[in-house]
């Protein structure tokens, strides 16, 4: 899936974030139009993608956000940045993180490697990879084995492609116990998300996983997301903020 013979050597920050009350769409657009672009400069962040999830399907009032960096050491140079204020956060940023306290409480972060076969957000707007909804599987598995996840998802790639469903991210979570796999699927309308839904043939591809738990939530694009826009988010997305 990335450019044939390259690996996918990236490693991104996934987080869940807790919304205060109705804040969702303003928080939204300050990660996206307000931080990426500073983000993009100053660390080599790129947004990989920015979601409100559906709260019928998870908890809620809840956004998904995935960060790409271009490699361990890039992850490392951008914490060693955000680390040196008194409060753990880059004092440069105070105002902005002031300003995103008022939208949200708090959050579950964690790292995510990729397949090494699996494509960059570059790559998947290149290829013009959207959704109107996307699915969203976190899979727990026995120790060690997680990587086996992407690649018995990958293989069964044409299963969910009769309901139109493309991997677009297949991921591990990285710093624990080996045990973890995140699949996220791009549906191109919610009529195709429900059929797939009844699907007995997909129903039985996923118990054959052997997985411990297995957790699937719905997830829309963020106005600013690259899936949706085809493109990062610039400083004239902006409305209300300067640097």
């Known amino acids: ?18 919304i205060i009350g109705h804040q969702r769409a303003n928080y939204m657009q300050h990660m996206t139009a307000n931080w990426s672009p500073i ?3 100053q660390r080599k962040q790129l947004c990989y993608g920015v979601w409100a999830l559906i709260g019928s399907t998870g908890a809620w009032p809840k956004t998904v ?17 955000e680390a040196v204020g008194r409060g753990a956060q ?3 940023l105070e105002r902005w993180w002031a300003r995103a ?6 959050g579950i972060d964690r790292i995510l490697v990729p397949a090494p076969w699996a494509r960059g957000i570059e790559e998947l707007c290149a290829a013009g990879v959207r959704g109107e909804v996307y699915a969203h599987e976190l899979v727990t598995v026995a120790p060690g084995v997680a990587a086996d996840v992407p690649e018995r998802a990958r293989d069964a790639s044409e ?5 139109g469903w493309e991997l677009a991210g297949a991921f591990t979570t990285a710093m624990g116990n080996d045990d973890e796999a995140l699949l996220l699927w791009a549906i191109p309308s919610w009529l ?6 009844g699907d007995r043939d997909l129903a039985r591809w996923r118990r054959g996983i052997g997985a411990a738990t297995w957790r699937r939530v719905l997830l829309v694009d963020a106005p600013l997301c690259p899936f949706r826009t085809g493109r990062q988010p610039a400083r004239s997305d902006r409305m209300d903020w300067q640097d």
Do not use: K
């Not at 899936?1 to 807790?18: C, K, L, Q, S």
């Not at 299963?159 to 309901?163: K, N, T």
């Open 159 to 163: 299963l969910h492609a009769r309901h």
């Open 65 to 81: 956000n995935i960060w790409e960096h271009e490699s361990w050491s890039g992850l490392a140079a951008s914490f060693a940045t």
């Open 192 to 197: 195709q998300w429900a059929d797939a839904e």
């Open 101 to 106: 306290a008022e939208f949200r409480s708090g």
């Open 1 to 18: 899936m990335t450019v044939a013979g390259e690996v996918n050597t990236r490693v991104y920050i996934h987080e869940f974030i807790d």
């Open 39 to 41: 983000g993009q400069e």
């Open 90 to 92: 880059d004092p440069a």
